[in-house]
């Protein structure tokens, strides 16, 4: 057996020793969207329960199994039982759970989520309709592994494609990422291999890799979820990407908004270096590498890549132009590789797979899982990995399982920023790098938000806009100006104040900006706009031939009513609602909405019992007149 | 806002030791305010044109980056922080109806704080818990579906004792206490 070899070999058998194997396990999941739905009030009360009771259990931490419908999520592994898994979990639930399935022997099923293993009593994740189609190469791990204990990581063969490359030429971890056709899954799509080795073949006194971590898209957050659930899977993947192109030190950029990812990828680094598998002397075979995190300040435009590389050199966030590529001069002026999160995170398992394994899934120019956030209008929002070319109806449909309260889908916007509106029609193209360009939008990096028919496709092209122009670094005159112009005229559409010649206008800029900016910040800014004029025009007509808003969402060209034939004189719930006392009882006991001090918040609609559904929202305004005469 | 001699020195000699600590060139520059921004709470004048003069490059340069990036606060803020998700999940379903209400209880817009130095106010893009949408960051915790009546609740939690009641009329709050102390005016 070779150094490596031999040295990772001594570690896995102490992650293995280490395992309580006759130990009930309980893994509480607490990334951020756990958190923030009170896991760690759960993870206390199994502690408390466990200790009151003196049982032989212990409870650890676990990422994020993309389930963000039912957090907190708590997986119960006792031993003569199949692994389970339990959503929704309060601290009432643990107090049932530790009486009846940890000190007895009812596993309460009827709270049960899911097996983790094939058993005779529980259907398993993958028997679900959702596990049927999802695909989980990626994210396999996220959630079953303690994120802060290296030899959980270990113990599922984890650095052992580290270990088998560190004995091997550095060519051959190369050529397998080639033969992968892995490609880049930042949102562009391209080709690894061919910037691995861009930037291996560039003479230099150093070479650098950086993990670009800065994500920036609102409504995604498939990296964050990542980091924070299987920090070692990135760091193998880095250090697998360092060996490949001869760097000896690297970067996780990661922005500032995301601190518990930076937390826990310096701890995983921590671990990794103690262990001897980071810093000098990697598992004894003289391949030396530096990891190290660096903090985005928060600019949208660092995730581009030129201008990343700016901001951690002291400087401000402002796009390059290319060529020169960042694999020739890039971070202090040296060979640079740049990717993002997921896609280092794919290459230990197409190490210790191989090629073939990785290109089993996916279509042929597009091999491998694409990882979707999905969230807005979908009954199971969460983070889902689907084979590459599976279809945006599939997604919705039987990932997501549909919309809730049986409302019809309107668009789903995918991309983020730079992205696209895409309607109903377009629902069968499948999701790859590709297809998706002729329909106007991208596949982005995974963003991916469903909508309804409340939802209005002015508001959402504005809402982009207003983001892009924001975070537009300044530089290009039409990226700077053109977003402006762009956002002043959407604005006054949806105001009511639109004009009839205002679409033109809009699809003029919105082609100038495209023209006219550097990077794809500028771009790709006007593709929300672009989009909704393409698919969804009689929106834009709406607001400005009649000054409604089919959806009800524009609040300048909304009134709320309370139907007097709806309203109930015995209820106040609306009134108790109201946050700025503008509803108020009439002499014969009826409530009414004073016009002038409503703001519009959509409380007194929520809490209209829905037997009575006395409150309507009506546009265009005017309308008010002829319901108050009736 | 002025800054009384006691404040302007602990300040730079805040900026003093953590340019001893982290100030080894221009590259160390974002790191470098950050660490500040952490102890001081946002960044004062006299500590960007400290951190200038130490790293041998024009003071409009520390500004520059200073007002580039968006993390990076040039006024004090509140005791309790509060930032609204402006996600595209949170928007669709009213985070910007959160927002509204925040600034109304609060009689501030965004990026503000109370005179009484007691809330400040930010809008933040996403913080990645889209299915607890809209969704609020008071100090670091995360407020999960924020209606105005929520925010009505978050308010009254953090005010502690200046407001007894538990009305949804709490306008302007505790704009009489800890005026003095802190302030330098």
């Known amino acids: 057996m070779t150094t490596a070899q031999t040295a990772y070999t001594g570690l896995k058998e102490q992650a293995i020793a280490s395992y309580p194997g006759d130990k009930t396990l309980i893994h509480v999941g607490t990334a951020s969207c756990g958190l923030a739905a009170g896991a760690r009030e759960v993870e206390q009360a199994f502690s408390r329960e466990i200790k009151k009771r003196s049982l032989d259990a212990e409870v650890k931490e676990a990422g994020c199994m993309g389930f963000c419908y039912t957090e907190p999520l708590v997986v119960i592994a006792k031993p003569g039982f199949a692994p389970l898994v339990y959503g929704g979990v309060d601290e009432g639930l643990v107090e049932r759970l530790v009486q009846d399935?940890?000190?007895?022997?009812?596993?309460?099923?009827?709270?049960?989520?899911?097996?983790?293993?094939?058993?005779?009593?529980?259907?398993?994740?993958?028997?679900?309709?959702?596990?049927?189609?999802?695909?989980?190469?990626?994210?396999?791990?996220?959630?079953?592994?303690?994120?802060?204990?290296?030899?959980?990581?270990?113990?599922?063969?984890?650095?052992?494609?580290?270990a088998r490359s560190l004995d091997g030429d550095p060519e051959k971890v190369l050529e397998e990422i080639k033969q992968a056709y892995l490609r880049g899954r930042g949102g562009a799509g391209f080709p690894a291999g061919i910037k691995w080795e861009h930037c291996r073949n560039t003479p230099a006194e150093e070479h650098y890799v950086i993990c670009n971590a800065d994500e920036g898209d609102p409504g995604a957050f498939m990296d964050r979820s990542l980091l924070e659930s299987n920090p070692h899977l990135v760091i193998e993947g880095m250090l697998l990407a360092a060996y490949a192109v001869g760097a000896n030190r690297g970067y996780f950029y990661i922005r500032a908004e995301y601190p518990l990812a930076i937390e826990r990828i310096n701890y995983a680094l921590l671990q990794a270096r103690n262990q001897g598998l980071l810093g000098e002397n990697i598992l004894g075979t003289g391949f030396s590498c530096q990891l190290e995190v660096f903090e985005g300040a928060g600019a949208f435009v660092c995730g581009e890549a030129t201008a990343l590389v700016r901001s951690m050199e002291g400087k401000p966030g402002l796009p390059q132009t290319r060529p020169p590529r960042l694999a020739e001069c890039g971070f202090r002026g040296q060979p640079t590789l740049l990717n993002n999160v997921k896609t280092f995170a794919f290459v230990p398992g197409i190490i210790h797979h191989g090629a073939g394994w990785f290109k089993t899934t996916g279509t042929e120019e597009n091999p491998g899982t694409a990882v979707f956030a999905l969230v807005g209008k979908v009954n199971q929002a969460g983070l889902a990995e689907v084979p590459m070319g599976t279809d945006l109806r599939t997604l919705i449909f039987d990932v997501g399982e549909g919309i809730p309260g049986n409302k019809e889908l309107k668009a789903v916007q995918?991309?983020?920023?730079?992205?696209?509106?895409?309607?109903?029609?377009?629902?069968?193209?499948?999701?790859?790098?590709d297809s998706l360009d002729e329909a106007g939008a991208i596949m982005g990096s995974g963003g991916l938000v469903v909508m309804d028919e409340d939802d209005c496709m002015v508001a959402v092209a504005r809402y982009f806009l207003e983001f892009t122009r924001q975070e537009s670094c300044g530089k290009c005159t039409f990226c700077r100006l053109g977003t402006k112009h762009?956002?002043?005229?959407?604005?006054?559409?949806?105001?009511?104040e639109g004009l009839p010649e205002d679409l033109e206008k809009l699809q003029e800029l919105a082609e100038d900006v495209q023209m006219g900016s550097l990077c794809n910040l500028g771009k790709t800014?006007?593709?929300?706009?672009?989009?909704?004029?393409?698919?969804?025009?009689?929106?834009?007509?709406?607001?400005?031939?009649?000054?409604?808003?089919?959806?009800?969402?524009?609040?300048?060209?909304?009134?709320?009513?309370?139907?007097?034939?709806?309203?109930?004189?015995?209820?106040?719930?609306?009134?108790g609602s109201c946050p700025t006392e503008a509803i108020y009882t009439r002499d014969d006991g009826l409530k009414a909405i004073d016009q002038e001090k409503c703001v519009k918040c959509d409380n007194c609609m929520k809490a209209c019992p829905e037997e009575y559904h006395a409150v309507v929202k009506l546009s265009p305004p005017h309308k008010l007149k002829e319901y108050e005469r009736m | 806002m002025e800054l009384t001699c006691q404040e302007q020195e602990q300040i730079l000699e805040e900026t003093r030791k953590i340019l001893e600590e982290h100030g080894d060139g221009p590259e160390q520059l974002i790191p470098l305010l950050q660490k500040l921004q952490e102890k001081l709470g946002y960044l004062p004048g006299p500590a960007m044109e400290r951190v200038a003069q130490s790293l041998d490059i024009p003071a409009v340069d520390v500004y520059e980056l200073a007002t580039f990036y968006n993390q990076f606060r040039l006024h004090p803020p509140g005791e309790h922080q509060v930032q609204v998700c402006m996600g595209t999940a949170c928007y669709m379903v009213g985070g910007e109806i959160a927002l509204d209400s925040f600034q109304r209880r609060l009689d501030i817009n965004e990026g503000e704080?109370?005179?009484?130095?007691?809330?400040?106010?930010?809008?933040?893009?996403?913080?990645?818990?889209?299915?607890l949408a809209p969704v609020a960051v008071v100090d670091g915790q995360i407020e999960k579906h924020v209606t105005p009546t929520r925010v009505d609740g978050i308010l009254l939690e953090y005010q502690g004792n200046n407001c007894g009641s538990a009305s949804s009329t709490g306008h302007q709050p505790g704009r009489d206490s800890g005026k003095e102390g802190k302030e330098g005016e």
Not at chain 1, 135 to 147: A, E, F, V, W
Request: charged share 25%; with cysteine.
């Open chain 1, 101 to 162: 399935f940890l000190s007895g022997d009812d596993p309460c099923y009827e709270y049960t989520l899911a097996a983790l293993e094939p058993n005779d009593v529980f259907p398993t994740l993958e028997e679900f309709p959702r596990g049927v189609i999802e695909q989980k190469l990626l994210l396999k791990n996220c959630g079953m592994i303690d994120p802060l204990d290296i030899n959980d990581y270990i113990r599922r063969e984890g650095y052992a494609a580290l």
């Open chain 1, 414 to 433: 995918i991309g983020g920023p730079s992205g696209g509106c895409l309607p109903e029609s377009a629902l069968d193209l499948p999701i790859d790098f």
């Open chain 1, 486 to 496: 762009m956002l002043d005229i959407i604005t006054r559409i949806t105001r009511g």
């Open chain 1, 525 to 575: 800014a006007p593709n929300p706009v672009l989009t909704t004029l393409r698919y969804f025009r009689e929106e834009y007509r709406a607001h400005i031939e009649e000054g409604r808003c089919p959806s009800g969402m524009c609040k300048d060209l909304i009134a709320y009513f309370i139907l007097p034939e709806r309203c109930s004189k015995l209820c106040s719930a609306c009134v």
């Open chain 2, 113 to 131: 704080t109370t005179p009484d130095r007691k809330f400040s106010l930010e809008r933040v893009a996403c913080v990645g818990c889209c299915s």
